[in-house]
Every structure is written in structure tokens, then in C-alpha cells.
């Protein structure tokens, strides 16, 4: 029961009963009843303005529980005049002061932590209490290729994506470093927060393969400047000096058959390959900057193809063509895409051993190129070191080939992958901006 109908009841009962022992009371004397009876009408009048004073102040803290409940911080109330009332008042509009500036500043703090979570360069997904995937910034998204709509909601660690599988088994406060698809590298930290005395995670994805390609460029760079200039330095002189001497004929005088000068020809040739061999690398670390045009990747394709014809036909490899009809334009300097169609068409012919099929398909709507072909294919060890300097899977291999053609791929801002994708069928899957 309210406690307002219970002072009512309370009045009504003790009034009731005033005046039924008045009228006992009093019955034989009418002034003393009709004075009583004035009394238990001056008494019903204070109670009810007894009752007025009381309950205003609930209805008024009740009007004020109201507004707090529908978070309406802006509710506030005039003094009355009464000393009792004006001191809740008080206490109350100071209250409502104070919600409503932390109101203000936790949203302006909730805004900018979203917004700064959007617009962050590391991709952060932020899970629930459950370990559910709730909120994901468009930079991991990106670094994911995945639809949000295909996240949200959905337990991270059973989720498909190797660098969530990944995630799902970092503990809170751990950090590790990812090489995902040969080329790309990224480091995954999990940490968590408290939301409303409970603990939730979150996992920050940040992009090291820039800094990484830099650092491992500059790196092999530095070897294979200073190779080059040793081996410049030795063989020129070296060169001259056979040569010099071949071409002496006094030498060589009354010598019919001269083991010894066909020795020199063989170590001047062999000098010839060596110098060759350094200049390949040389041309990797002076790769300039793409001169970016307009160019129809189809021809080029026919390019390759024709140049390649005669290695395919050694091997009996058939080249396939899935290609959509008219031109398909990219931007891209020519001569370096060639340089690198030339090395991706060589790895899948020598990736065949006898009587096979590079196949190239071409997407306009979707601007990408696949080349597939069917050799035997890529294992777990060689795919975690493609694209590596110097690693070659080839018994006579300088391991510059694929990495040549990272250099130029990533110079042009493309996204590019290889990797086998089923029995007797591996792709080097390219995507033109």
C-alpha cells in the first residue's frame, strides 16, 4: 500500500470516529456538539493541507525519478519558498547539473574514441562479452576483405580467416607477428577493458609489410652493391688481362694446340655469366618508379605469350586463353609489367614437368588477372618463403625471379597472391587499382 493512501485511510478512520463520539458525547447538549463538529472540520482542513505539504515533495521527487529514468538531465525545479522542500530542490537541480555535464562529456568522449577507431590506420575489432565479433573499423576490414555483415555477430575463433584463427588463440596482453599469404605481415596485440564491471577484448591488426619490404630492401641492397663492386672491380682487370694475352700472338707462336688458351677463353666467358649474374641483381635494387600509363594488358599477355611460345613448346605447355572480348586498360608502366608477366610465365612452365596448361583469365568488372597453371604445385615450406631473395625452389636458381616481380608489383601499388589452390592447380592472382 502508498503511503499517501495510507495517510488518507488514516484520516478518514480518526475523523470517522471524532465524530461519532462527539454525537455520543454531545448528543444532549447541541452547542458542545456543534462546536465539536466545527473542531472536526477545522481538523479535516489541516489534514488535507497537512496531506498537500506532505505529499508534494514525493510528487515532486517522483516527477524527478521520471526524468532521470527517461535520462532527461535537463528537468529542473524552482524554489518553493518552504525551507524542507527548497533544500531537496536544491540537492536535486545540483544532481541533475552534474548528470548532465557527464552526460555531455562521456558522449563527446564516446564520439571521439569512435571516431577515432574509424579513422585509425590500424584495423581494431573490438568483440563482446562473449568473444563475438561487435564492432570492426574499415581498416581491418580492408586488411580482411571481408563484408562486416559477415563478422558482426560471429565468435572470432571460428571464423575461417587464418589471421582470426590467429586471433582466437591470443591470450589477453599478447603480441605476435603473422606472415599471412607469403607477402603480407602483420602483427596482432589482444588486449581488453572493463565495460560496465565486466571485461571485454579487443584486438588491434596492424600492417608491418611495408616496413618490412623497406627494411629487407635495403638490406639486400647494401650485399648486392657491395658484391657488385667487388666483383666490377676483380673481373675487369682480370678480363683485360686475358684478353691481352689472347690476343698476343707472340704468345701463342709455334703452339698448335694450346690447352692453356682455351683455359683463358673459358674463364673470360665464365666472367661474361658472372657479370650478368650481378647485373640481374643490380636491376632489382635499381627498380625506378613506375612510369604509370594507359595500357592494354591484353596485348601485353599476347606479348609475353609469343616471346614464351618456344620454352612452352619444349615442354609441351599449352597456353590457354579465358579473356573477355575489346581491350582491358590498366595503369602501369609497360616495360616493367612485361618484366614481370615474363617471370610469372617462366616459374609456371618450369613448374610443369612434361605436357601441361598455363591458363590466363582476365576480369574487367572485378580488374584482375589470373594465371594458373598445372604443375605440381606449392607445399606449407615453400610458401612461407616465396618472394624471399635469394630462396629458389630450382637446383640452378638465383632466387631473384619472384622477387623481382614483388618489387615491381608492389611498386605499382597492386595486390597480387600465389599460392595453390587445389590439386595441379596454382594461381598467381594479380589486381590492378
Known amino acids: 500500500m502508498k503511503l499517501r493512501t495510507k495517510y488518507i485511510l488514516f484520516v478518514v478512520i480518526v475523523h470517522l470516529l471524532a465524530l461519532v463520539l ?15 463538529e466545527v473542531f472536526v472540520l477545522i481538523s479535516v482542513v489541516i489534514a488535507i493541507q497537512l496531506y498537500q505539504q506532505l505529499i508534494q515533495p514525493l510528487k515532486t521527487l517522483m516527477q524527478g525519478v521520471e526524468a532521470i529514468k527517461d535520462r532527461d538531465f535537463n528537468v529542473k525545479f524552482l524554489s518553493t519558498g518552504k525551507h524542507e522542500m527548497d533544500e531537496l530542490i536544491d540537492v536535486y537541480n545540483q544532481m541533475m547539473d552534474e548528470l548532465r555535464i557527464e ?9 571521439f574514441l569512435e571516431k577515432l577507431i574509424f579513422t585509425s590506420p590500424t584495423g581494431i ?27 558482426v555477430g560471429f565468435p572470432v575463433n571460428k571464423h575461417p580467416h587464418p589471421l582470426l584463427e590467429h586471433i582466437g588463440h591470443l591470450k589477453s596482453g599478447e603480441t605476435v607477428s603473422v606472415k599471412f599469404d607469403a607477402i603480407s605481415t602483420y602483427m596482432l596485440q589482444k588486449s ?16 608491418l609489410t611495408a ?29 683485360s688481362i686475358m684478353q691481352s694475352a689472347l690476343k698476343n700472338d707472340n704468345l701463342w707462336a709455334g703452339h698448335r694446340h694450346n690447352n692453356l688458351k682455351d683455359a683463358l677463353q673459358v674463364a673470360i666467358d665464365r666472367n661474361q655469366n658472372l657479370n650478368l649474374f650481378m647485373r640481374n641483381f643490380a636491376d632489382l635494387v635499381k627498380l625506378p618508379e613506375a612510369n604509370k600509363k594507359a595500357i592494354d594488358l591484353h596485348r601485353v599477355i599476347q606479348s609475353v605469350t609469343a616471346l614464351m611460345d618456344i620454352k612452352a613448346r619444349e615442354k609441351e605447355v599449352v597456353f590457354e586463353f579465358n579473356q573477355p572480348d575489346g581491350p582491358f586498360i590498366i595503369m602501369a608502366d609497360e616495360q616493367q609489367m612485361e618484366q614481370a608477366l615474363i617471370n610469372i610465365v617462366k616459374n609456371a612452365i618450369e613448374a610443369i614437368d612434361l605436357n601441361g596448361t598455363v591458363r590466363f583469365t582476365t576480369s574487367i568488372a572485378n580488374k584482375n588477372l589470373v594465371i594458373s597453371d598445372t604443375g605440381a604445385g606449392i607445399n ?4 612461407a618463403h616465396l618472394f624471399s631473395p635469394f630462396y629458389s625452389t630450382k637446383k640452378d636458381g638465383q632466387g631473384i625471379g619472384l622477387t623481382f616481380v614483388r618489387e615491381i608489383l608492389v611498386n605499382h601499388g597492386f595486390e597480387f597472391s600465389l599460392k595453390t589452390v587445389s590439386d595441379r592447380r596454382t594461381e598467381f592472382w594479380i589486381e590492378f587499382d
Open 192 to 207: 581488453h577493458f572493463i565495460d560496465r564491471g565486466f571485461s571485454r577484448h579487443f584486438v588491434m591488426i596492424e600492417d
Open 125 to 151: 575489432i573490438i568483440l563482446d562479452y562473449d568473444d563475438n565479433i561487435q564492432q570492426i573499423n574499415p581498416k581491418a576490414l580492408q586488411i580482411l576483405a571481408i563484408d562486416a555483415g559477415e563478422l
Open 103 to 111: 552526460r555531455t562529456r562521456q558522449e563527446q568522449q564516446h564520439f
Open 22 to 36: 462527539t454525537y455520543f458525547i454531545f448528543s444532549d447538549n447541541k452547542v458542545f456538539f456543534i462546536i465539536s
Open 211 to 239: 616496413e618490412i619490404l623497406a627494411a629487407e630492401k635495403n638490406t639486400y641492397g647494401k650485399v648486392i652493391r657491395m658484391m657488385a663492386h667487388e666483383i666490377n672491380n676483380t673481373v675487369g682487370p682480370v678480363n
Open 380 to 383: 606449407a615450406e615453400q610458401s
